[in-house]
């Protein structure tokens, strides 16, 4: 059985089409080195809500796009402490 490769943009075009599938994934909050700070899994995933970001010439904010998923489980992984408890430091 082959697994296909589909993007974020792919997937999430998928619900406004009615073609959405439940996919497995990850959502990592990088640092401002952009190494992983904080990881996150879910499982069985898909796209519920997003709402785009609000666009102003003259300002100077982020832009900003929110993804509300349903999922049917979601873990934290302490990539973090095993990395620290791989070089002996502790956190």
Known sequence: MSRISQS?????SGFGDGTVKRMDGLVMLLDSHHLPHNVWAFKRAFPVKFVGPTMNALG?????????LAHEGLWQLSILKQGARALGVSL
């Open 8 to 12: 974020g943009w792919d997937w999430l």
């Open 60 to 68: 100077k904010e982020v832009a900003v796009e929110k993804l509300e």
